[in-house]
């Protein structure tokens, strides 16, 4: 027994040495402070525990503060991933609940709308949570577009988050003739928040930052400036503006509601996971969307709505690097594209016009028809495509390069109108040439002498009649509606009068010739044969 003690307490004494080297060791792993940004824990061994070393005093009342509380549950669902963010204070009036009323009146259209968000709301809530912005923001695009990538407004707003044209540039959303990022699920997601940040920052404000994303921050701002000039509050609802923005916060807060407590309003919210709905692939060629889709094994509807950003047939890997696929879709697109081996990836390639054409010349360069055309690149009737402009058309065979980056980046389409012109004749007058009809008409000189099969210096004389083609105005001689056909009647433009010089005829006889030209100056003006088509008015 003795011997037992003695085994003991020698034991003890060995344990009481460890702790006191690691107790007085200067290594700084051994610190019994926890460091930052960890979790206060040390690993068992590390180091000796701390204990007060006077007696404890109660902690003064105003020195009590809340801390928020970890719940160890995950969450049950994506609604239940919202509630749990909810930072912003509850607005109450009565036009939340006319909205309210409003919105669970229509089972159908709120089912349709959160199933439609089912592809976005991780991804949004998952940015919002990073930088600790309120979940309820998530809904907003309830409000924008009910959710719907490819919603654009009478003012040309576009995408879930409705950016429109001048704003989406302001945040870095490229537009051109090969994508639309406003439309993109990711960049106009971090724009959106990129924005709202802004705002909050500008006016300290969740409800006004809110009123500032649908009205402007400058309108919020001198509206804040006049309720502060005559000595008014200056929150959202003590503001004078127009009845969208008033009812802006009404209808989020009315979601909000329903979110929170779908029970009150007799409405079932479905089932949205708390797992991410898609993944990012990196995209290394061109590729048809078709493909896109085939090779991932997913409908082409639900491809379009994961890259509602590109709006032609084609990817270009040098503008759209990456791609977003289903989340058990993305390892078999993968898989699909390496083992690819039956043909081009990609049918459609971009050409930039060398000069100012026709769409007839365009098309007849590109192997397309001209109706085929004018529908995959959108270009309206009496239009010629300017230099520099950037065409969709068929990719050939032999064709191997993918389309530039500084193509894909700066792609664009521009027009300028076809002047009309039609042929008529001018009687000369005394001492006129081919140099004065020039001037008096804004014509060149060759030109007019190539109509008259003259030389440039050739005089004509009084009374002879000089042709010119001359620009067409066309005008529509009734009211649209009436279900009367309008009266075809062309317009010469009309000469400066001049003294000892005649004046141009007012309308070309029945028959006459008409060309089609380039508005610009340098561009050749060609005569036409006799029996041309008559040129059509614009209604």
Not at 21 to 26: A, E, H
Not at 81 to 91: A, H, T
Not at 141 to 146: D, Q, R, V
Not at 171 to 193: C, E, G, W, Y
Request: aromatic content about 8%; hydrophobic content about 40%.
């Amino acid at each position: 027994m003795k011997f037992i003690a003695a085994t003991c307490l020698a034991g003890s004494l060995v344990l009481a040495g460890c702790a006191g080297t690691n107790n007085n060791s200067s290594s700084p792993s051994s610190s019994s402070s926890p460091q930052a940004g960890g979790t206060g824990s040390k690993i068992a061994g590390s180091a000796a525990p701390i204990y007060p070393r006077d007696s404890l005093s109660p902690l003064p009342s105003g020195q009590a503060h809340s801390q928020s509380v970890v719940t160890l549950a995950p969450p049950v669902d994506m609604w239940d991933r919202i509630r749990r963010g909810f930072k912003m204070p509850n607005l109450d009036s009565d036009l939340v609940r006319d909205r309210e009323q409003w919105y669970a009146s229509r089972p159908d259209y709120i089912q349709r709308m959160t199933e439609r968000s089912n592809k976005y709301i991780f991804h949004i809530v998952e940015e919002l949570e990073r930088r600790n912005m309120p979940t309820e923001l998530a809904l907003l695009p309830y409000i924008e577009s009910a959710f719907n990538p490819q919603a654009i407004s009478s003012a040309r707003a576009a995408g879930m988050w409705q950016f429109m044209p001048a704003t989406g540039t302001d945040f870095d959303l490229k537009q051109n003739i090969f994508r639309d990022d406003r439309r993109d699920v990711v960049a106009s997601t971090r724009a959106a928040l990129d924005y709202l940040q802004k705002l909050y920052g500008m006016f300290g404000d969740w409800q006004l930052a809110l009123a500032a994303y649908n009205w402007g921050e400058g309108s919020v701002s001198r509206a804040i400036a006049k309720n502060q000039r005559l000595g008014l509050p200056t929150t959202y609802s003590d503001l004078t503006m127009p009845a969208e923005t008033r009812m802006y916060v009404p209808k989020l807060q009315a979601v909000k509601n329903i979110v929170a407590n779908p029970q009150a309003f007799n409405t079932e919210l479905p089932l949205i996971a708390n797992h991410p709905y898609f993944q990012t692939v990196t995209l290394t060629r061109d590729l048809d969307v078709e493909l896109a889709a085939k090779l991932a094994d997913v409908r082409l509807d639900d491809f379009r709505a994961l890259n509602p950003a590109a709006h032609k047939p084609v990817l270009i890997a040098a503008g759209t690097p990456q791609i977003l696929l289903p989340w058990d879709n993305a390892a078999v697109f993968q898989r699909n594209f390496d083992a690819y081996s039956q043909g081009q990836y990609a049918s459609w390639t971009a050409w930039v016009v060398p000069n100012t054409m026709t769409v007839a010349d365009a098309a007849q360069r590109s192997g397309m028809s001209e109706a085929d055309l004018r529908a995959m690149n959108n270009v309206p009737p009496r239009m010629l495509i300017k230099a520099g402009s950037t065409l969709i058309v068929p990719r050939g065979a032999r064709v191997k390069e993918d389309v530039a980056a500084v193509v894909a980046d700066g792609g664009h389409l521009s027009f300028q109108p076809e002047i009309v012109t039609r042929r008529t004749t001018v009687k000369a007058g005394r001492a006129d040439s081919v140099a004065s009809i020039a001037r008096r008409y804004n014509l060149k000189p060759a030109n007019v002498a190539e109509w008259n099969d003259v030389k440039p210096n050739h005089a004509f004389k009084r009374g002879y009649s000089v042709v010119v083609y001359l620009p067409v105005r066309a005008t529509v001689a009734t009211r649209a509606g009436t279900g009367i056909r309008p009266v075809q009647t062309s317009h010469v433009a009309a000469a400066p009068a001049r003294r000892g010089g005649a004046s141009s005829k007012a309308a070309a006889p029945r028959g006459s010739n008409v060309a089609k030209v380039p508005a610009s100056s340098k561009q050749q003006v060609v005569r036409e044969k006799r029996g041309g088509t008559p040129v059509k008015k614009k209604r």
